[in-house]
């Protein structure tokens, strides 16, 4: 009688030391010859098949560690940099408006968080427009600066002087613009640029150590390369004088249009050059003894955009309102009209009523086409609607804000009213 449970059949111990010696435990168990050989090539089988199951496991991590580089790798190349440019100016926080004075005798510099700088000459004047991710716009009053601009893929900047564009890429050059005389100069060192023209059809494309050089009084240009000097036909001439000026192709009406006379203008009476050197007054007490309606209706577009900025920085909000009016009324496809209407929204900001503010706030936005302060339009939309309590709207401005500005002046206000909203 075995010593086994009663009632259980006896166990298989040749099958048990095979499991056995199969999974380890024990040595190769004593068998018949003829068996040997079965249980051997079962435990080689057993191995080759544990072994694969290792090596199909390690080849899958590899396989998913190496898909997670290359998609990490390729997500960052693709990935865009949403956070906004800063700048500092003579190493300090900008001044609120991105407005610039460069003192008498000094010249301002303005550095970038990607490295581009603009230098500005002394007494040299004029405003960061719109800081984005890509680049900046500026518009140059007046005086002269010097730009270095560090190459990216798909930068954008725009530097603006008077009526004239100068779209840039990675490239160093050196801008003036004299309001006083109508003339302006870009001197290409590096790089490539196109420069939209009053003068001109297409935009001129420049290259490295071309210099062009404009005058609107005599209605000239003339692009210059060495000892070459290009004019608006495309005919290459030779040029003692680097400073020679070329007629454009273009020829003036031969007939006066009909209608009535207009009123004699005058032309850059200095109010800009007074505006560069905060002379506010002076140009105000000129335009008082003018009679201020009179100069709005005669003074020509850089006199009438230094009468509307004086007026403002001298809180004189009635006669900037006028003049601002008045130079997108006589100067509609003016570079400065969009912003006139910018400008306009800010003014009527303080009204007991936001609707003018809101209306011209929604012009700017329509006619800014290439993105000039449209993140500032929306910032000042956003807070007037929510000083309303239309907070609907004010909501649905918070989120275009945040898209298209996420790291901008307004950024915090606008997530705090969307998490007010719940959302």
């Given at each position: 009688m075995s010593a086994d449970s009663p009632g259980q059949p006896p166990p298989n111990r040749t099958a048990q030391r095979v499991a056995d010696f199969l999974s380890g435990k024990a040595g190769?168990?004593?068998?018949?010859?003829?068996?040997?050989?079965?249980?051997?090539?079962?435990a080689r089988d057993r191995r080759i098949q544990r072994n694969g199951r290792r090596l199909a496991a390690g080849?899958?991590?590899?396989?998913v560690l190496l898909l997670a580089g290359i998609l990490g790798h390729v997500l960052r190349g693709r990935a865009p940099t949403d956070a906004a440019l800063t700048y500092r100016v003579n190493d300090q926080d900008p001044s609120s408006g991105g407005y610039l004075l460069a003192p008498q005798t000094e010249a301002s510099l303005l550095v970038f968080s990607d490295g581009s700088k603009v230098q500005m000459a002394a007494r040299a004047h004029g405003r960061v427009v719109e800081v984005g991710s890509r680049g900046a716009r500026f518009a140059l009053d007046a005086g002269q600066a010097s730009v270095d601009i560090v190459p990216r893929p798909r930068a954008q900047w725009i530097f603006d002087a008077g009526p004239f564009r100068v779209t840039v890429h990675g490239t160093s050059f050196t801008l003036a613009w004299n309001p006083v005389d109508s003339v302006f100069e870009v001197r290409l060192a590096s790089g490539a640029i196109s420069?939209?023209?009053?003068?001109?059809?297409?935009?001129?494309q420049m290259r490295a150590g071309q210099t062009l050089k404009v005058s609107l009084r005599d209605q000239s240009s003339t692009l210059s390369t060495g000892a070459t000097a290009v004019v608006g036909t495309g005919q290459e001439t030779s040029s003692p004088d680097e400073g020679a000026t070329a007629r454009p192709s273009f020829q003036p009406p031969r007939t006066a249009p009909s209608g009535p006379a207009e009123a004699p203008r005058w032309s850059h009476r200095g109010w800009m050059n007074a505006l560069a050197e905060n002379r506010w007054s002076d140009i105000l007490a000129d335009a008082d003894r003018r009679g201020t309606i009179s100069a709005m209706d005669r003074a020509d577009s850089e006199d009438l955009w230094a009468l509307a900025n004086a007026a403002r920085y001298a809180g004189r909000d009635?006669?900037?309102?006028?003049?601002?009016?008045?130079?997108r009324r006589r100067f509609p496809t003016s570079p400065r009209s969009p912003e006139?209407?910018?400008l306009l929204g800010c003014l009527h900001d303080r009204d007991p009523d936001p609707t003018e503010a809101l209306r011209w706030y929604d012009r700017y936005l329509v006619e800014a086409k290439d993105g000039l302060g449209i993140a500032d339009a929306l910032g000042r939309m956003m807070t007037l609607l929510d000083r309303w309590h239309r907070r609907a709207e004010a909501l649905a401005v918070a989120r275009e804000y945040l898209r298209r500005s996420p790291r901008g002046t307004y950024a915090n206000a606008a997530r705090a009213l969307v998490r007010s909203a719940g959302q």
């Amino acid at each position: 009688m075995s010593a086994d449970s009663p009632g259980q059949p006896p166990p298989n111990r040749t099958a048990q030391r095979v499991a056995d010696f199969l999974s380890g435990k024990a040595g190769a168990p004593a068998l018949p010859s003829g068996e040997k050989g079965f249980v051997q090539r079962l435990a080689r089988d057993r191995r080759i098949q544990r072994n694969g199951r290792r090596l199909a496991a390690g080849f899958a991590i590899v396989s998913v560690l190496l898909l997670a580089g290359i998609l990490g790798h390729v997500l960052r190349g693709r990935a865009p940099t949403d956070a906004a440019l800063t700048y500092r100016v003579n190493d300090q926080d900008p001044s609120s408006g991105g407005y610039l004075l460069a003192p008498q005798t000094e010249a301002s510099l303005l550095v970038f968080s990607d490295g581009s700088k603009v230098q500005m000459a002394a007494r040299a004047h004029g405003r960061v427009v719109e800081v984005g991710s890509r680049g900046a716009r500026f518009a140059l009053d007046a005086g002269q600066a010097s730009v270095d601009i560090v190459p990216r893929p798909r930068a954008q900047w725009i530097f603006d002087a008077g009526p004239f564009r100068v779209t840039v890429h990675g490239t160093s050059f050196t801008l003036a613009w004299n309001p006083v005389d109508s003339v302006f100069e870009v001197r290409l060192a590096s790089g490539a640029i196109s420069v939209a023209s009053p003068v001109a059809g297409p935009e001129i494309q420049m290259r490295a150590g071309q210099t062009l050089k404009v005058s609107l009084r005599d209605q000239s240009s003339t692009l210059s390369t060495g000892a070459t000097a290009v004019v608006g036909t495309g005919q290459e001439t030779s040029s003692p004088d680097e400073g020679a000026t070329a007629r454009p192709s273009f020829q003036p009406p031969r007939t006066a249009p009909s209608g009535p006379a207009e009123a004699p203008r005058w032309s850059h009476r200095g109010w800009m050059n007074a505006l560069a050197e905060n002379r506010w007054s002076d140009i105000l007490a000129d335009a008082d003894r003018r009679g201020t309606i009179s100069a709005m209706d005669r003074a020509d577009s850089e006199d009438l955009w230094a009468l509307a900025n004086a007026a403002r920085y001298a809180g004189r909000d009635a006669v900037a309102t006028q003049a601002l009016n008045a130079h997108r009324r006589r100067f509609p496809t003016s570079p400065r009209s969009p912003e006139a209407a910018f400008l306009l929204g800010c003014l009527h900001d303080r009204d007991p009523d936001p609707t003018e503010a809101l209306r011209w706030y929604d012009r700017y936005l329509v006619e800014a086409k290439d993105g000039l302060g449209i993140a500032d339009a929306l910032g000042r939309m956003m807070t007037l609607l929510d000083r309303w309590h239309r907070r609907a709207e004010a909501l649905a401005v918070a989120r275009e804000y945040l898209r298209r500005s996420p790291r901008g002046t307004y950024a915090n206000a606008a997530r705090a009213l969307v998490r007010s909203a719940g959302q």
